[in-house]
Each structure stands twice: as structure tokens, then as C-alpha cells.
């Protein structure tokens, strides 16, 4: 089969991804073969690709964000049946008996392994995954558009969860990319007002046109104090401007995988009158499975981009480069 994996991690403009060819794998036991029609490219990837993340085997297809078919179980797997539409996400295993797992935050599992990290993922024509992990995606929805859902939509929906927004609360988004424009839709649907921090003119533009209430650059001071925030920007700089513009007893959470150093914070300024600051870590499979439902029921508005399948590379220097209006997706099939 073809396939794209992260031969040598390094800065983007070195091209660490390289074409090849792999045998298509074997499903093991309690595992799907999947064959894969789009693969979402997420800013993780990047992350992997240029090595913030260092590899945990060499040479592994990348890849998170993955609609595709079931073609074959592996030995003792039950199902889903061959032929049934189904996403494969960030989370690829957790182990289910330590005492993060058992009580219900398999989030934080220390054995928890992920799509195209510990394992190959979509950025190619096939992979297999643990049928426990996977989620039964809708017929009725384009494969361009759910794609996205399945780490942008998840991550940012356990961010949201994570910064505690009041009921028809005040929610700041600082950056403004995959995951924070569809959490924007899901907050507003919920009765939130959002105001976007986002340096870029296009990100600007698509937050206007979704219903933000105010929407200035990456570290503008919004003009109403924020009930809670959520952080997308991979910038530790931004998380003073984010805190400063959080009301009494208000909420950061950072949404991302990989944060550049947080510049040193003034109590009074940053973090009196109860302000908290929080990480969000992976996703549980609940939090996986109330997303799609909450979506199945009132789809977002997600921009994508297509990107051929022999883009892979440039769709990552896109989205290095902030070229790229919403979601990039690459159609494998
Ligand atoms: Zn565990
Ligand atoms: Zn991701």
C-alpha cells in the first residue's frame, strides 16, 4: 500500500515525511482493518513531523483523524462487521486496570498508547485499530467533514468540558484553527458568547462570519471580562494575556499537546480571585462518544481544505505556515 511516514523529524522545510511503500498490515487479536478514505491533518501531526514530539518507533505513518471502512477482523474481534463506516481517533489503547482507568479518566492512562504515534495511522491506505477504540460514524455525512471531529472536535469539546463555562457564559478562544472553530460552534449552540483572539486575518474572518460577539489579534484584551477561556494557540506567552482577561474566578484551559514555555506569572495580575489554570490531556472514549452525539444531532459548519493524497507533506508545510483556512484533509482513496 502507499503510505507517508516520519522518516527523519526535523523543522517542516527539511521534509521529514517521506513517501513509501508498506505491506498492508494484519489485523491482531481484538483489532479492525481499516481501509481509509480521508485523514484529517492535525497541528499534532506537525508536532510529530518536527520532532517536539520524539518519535516512539521510527519511521510511523502519522495520522489521527480517520474515516474509513471495516474490511477485516482479527482473530477473536466481534465486530463492528466489515463494511461499517467508522473513525479512528487520537487514543488508540489505554490498559483499563490502572487507577486513572478505573476511575474513569483513561485520559491520563501511563500506558496509553496513540494513532500514528506508538502505532502507524491514517496517512496511508490502510491500518488497523483495537475495535474498542474506534467510534460508528453516521452515513449520512461527507467524509471531508467528519474527519475533523474526531481530534479537533473531541479535544476541543474536552476543553470546553474542562474550562468549566457557566451556563450562556462569556468563553474567550485564543487561536483559532481546526478544533477551536468547531468547540466555538458547540459553545454558541450552547447559549455561550465567544470572543476570538486569533493573529490571523483569514481566522479572523471565519470567527466574524460563526457569530463571535468580538474578535481582535492573538493577545488583544477582550472587552468584557471571560468567564473561561480556552487556550489553542500553541503559545505559552498568550497564557498572561489569557489570564488577565479571565473575571473572578474564571478558568484557562490550555488545549493543546505541546505549549512553548510559559513566561513567569504575577500572582495578582495572572492568578488571584480564585483564577485557575488547567491542562487538557488526551480524551476519554465518553468524552469521544457525547461529542458525536452532540454533533450527529446539529452538525458544525467545518472548513475544510482537500488536500491529494500525494500532498501530505505540503498540506503539513500549510499548516506550519498558517496557509490553511480550517481543516486540512487528505483524501486517501
Ligand atoms: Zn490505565
Ligand atoms: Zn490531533
Same mark, same amino acid.
Given at each position: 500500500?502507499?503510505?507517508?511516514? +516520519?522518516?527523519?523529524? *526535523? =523543522?517542516?522545510?527539511?521534509? #521529514?515525511?517521506?513517501? $513509501? %511503500?508498506?505491506? /498492508?498490515?494484519?489485523?491482531?487479536?481484538?483489532?479492525?482493518?481499516?481501509?481509509?478514505?480521508?485523514?484529517?491533518?492535525?497541528?499534532?501531526?506537525?508536532?510529530?513531523?518536527?520532532?517536539?514530539?520524539?518519535?516512539?518507533?521510527?519511521?510511523?505513518?502519522?495520522?489521527?483523524?480517520?474515516?474509513?471502512? +471495516?474490511?477485516?477482523? *482479527? =482473530?477473536?474481534?466481534?465486530? #463492528?462487521?466489515?463494511? $461499517? %463506516?467508522?473513525? /479512528?481517533?487520537?487514543?488508540?489503547?489505554?490498559?483499563?486496570?490502572?487507577?486513572?482507568?478505573?476511575?474513569?479518566?483513561?485520559?491520563?492512562?501511563?500506558?496509553?498508547?496513540?494513532?500514528?504515534?506508538?502505532?502507524?495511522?491514517?496517512?496511508?491506505?490502510?491500518?488497523?485499530?483495537?475495535?474498542?477504540? +474506534?467510534?460508528?460514524?453516521?452515513?449520512?455525512?461527507?467524509?471531508?467533514?467528519?474527519?475533523?471531529?474526531?481530534?479537533?472536535?473531541?479535544?476541543?469539546?474536552?476543553?470546553?468540558?474542562?474550562?468549566?463555562?457557566?451556563?450562556?457564559?462569556?468563553?474567550?478562544?485564543?487561536?483559532?484553527?481546526?478544533?477551536?472553530?468547531?468547540?466555538?460552534?458547540?459553545?454558541?449552540?450552547?447559549?455561550?458568547?465567544?470572543?476570538?483572539?486569533?493573529?490571523?486575518?483569514?481566522?479572523?474572518?471565519?470567527?466574524?462570519?460563526?457569530?463571535?460577539?468580538?474578535?481582535?489579534?492573538?493577545?488583544?484584551?477582550?472587552?468584557?471580562?471571560?468567564?473561561?477561556?480556552?487556550?489553542?494557540?500553541?503559545?505559552?506567552?498568550?497564557?498572561?494575556?489569557?489570564?488577565?482577561?479571565?473575571?473572578?474566578?474564571?478558568?484557562?484551559?490550555?488545549?493543546?499537546?505541546?505549549?512553548?514555555?510559559?513566561?513567569?506569572?504575577?500572582?495578582?495580575?495572572?492568578?488571584?480571585?480564585?483564577?485557575?489554570?488547567?491542562?487538557?490531556?488526551?480524551?476519554?472514549?465518553?468524552?469521544?462518544?457525547?461529542?458525536?452525539?452532540?454533533?450527529?444531532?446539529?452538525?458544525?459548519?467545518?472548513?475544510?481544505?482537500?488536500?491529494?493524497?500525494?500532498?501530505?507533506?505540503?498540506?503539513?508545510?500549510?499548516?506550519?505556515?498558517?496557509?490553511?483556512?480550517?481543516?486540512?484533509?487528505?483524501?486517501?482513496?
Amino acid at each position: 500500500m502507499d503510505a507517508w511516514v +516520519v522518516a527523519r523529524p *526535523g =523543522p517542516i522545510a527539511t521534509n #521529514p515525511l517521506e513517501r $513509501t %511503500r508498506l505491506p /498492508v498490515p494484519e489485523p491482531g487479536p481484538g483489532e479492525l482493518l481499516i481501509k481509509v478514505e480521508v485523514c484529517a491533518v492535525c497541528r499534532t501531526d506537525l508536532h510529530l513531523a518536527e520532532g517536539d514530539l520524539p518519535p516512539r518507533r521510527p519511521r510511523t505513518v502519522p495520522g489521527h483523524e480517520v474515516v474509513g471502512r +471495516v474490511t477485516a477482523l *482479527g =482473530p477473536g474481534t466481534e465486530g #463492528p462487521a466489515p463494511g $461499517t %463506516r467508522v473513525g /479512528v481517533a487520537w487514543l488508540r489503547s489505554t490498559c483499563g486496570e490502572c487507577r486513572y482507568c478505573r476511575r474513569g479518566a483513561e485520559n491520563l492512562c501511563p500506558s496509553s498508547t496513540y494513532t500514528g504515534w506508538d502505532a502507524d495511522g491514517g496517512y496511508a491506505e490502510y491500518l488497523t485499530a483495537p475495535a474498542d477504540y +474506534v467510534y460508528p460514524l453516521p452515513e449520512d455525512l461527507p467524509a471531508e467533514k467528519l474527519a475533523p471531529l474526531l481530534c479537533a472536535g473531541i479535544i476541543g469539546y474536552r476543553a470546553l468540558l474542562r474550562c468549566d463555562l457557566p451556563p450562556r457564559g462569556r468563553l474567550g478562544i485564543y487561536g483559532f484553527g481546526a478544533s477551536a472553530h468547531i468547540t466555538a460552534q458547540i459553545a454558541m449552540a450552547q447559549g455561550a458568547s465567544v470572543y476570538v483572539m486569533t493573529r490571523s486575518p483569514a481566522a479572523q474572518e471565519l470567527a466574524r462570519e460563526l457569530g463571535a460577539v468580538f474578535v481582535g489579534g492573538s493577545a488583544d484584551t477582550p472587552p468584557e471580562p471571560l468567564d473561561a477561556a480556552i487556550l489553542f494557540a500553541p503559545v505559552g506567552e498568550l497564557v498572561l494575556p489569557a489570564l488577565e482577561a479571565l473575571d473572578r474566578g474564571g478558568t484557562l484551559a490550555v488545549a493543546g499537546i505541546h505549549l512553548t514555555d510559559i513566561p513567569v506569572l504575577n500572582y495578582q495580575r495572572h492568578l488571584f480571585q480564585e483564577r485557575t489554570l488547567r491542562s487538557v490531556t488526551a480524551n476519554t472514549r465518553a468524552d469521544g462518544r457525547e461529542f458525536l452525539r452532540l454533533v450527529a444531532a446539529h452538525p458544525p459548519r467545518i472548513t475544510t481544505t482537500p488536500y491529494p493524497f500525494d500532498a501530505a507533506d505540503r498540506a503539513l508545510q500549510d499548516l506550519a505556515a498558517d496557509r490553511v483556512n480550517g481543516v486540512a484533509v487528505l483524501h486517501v482513496e
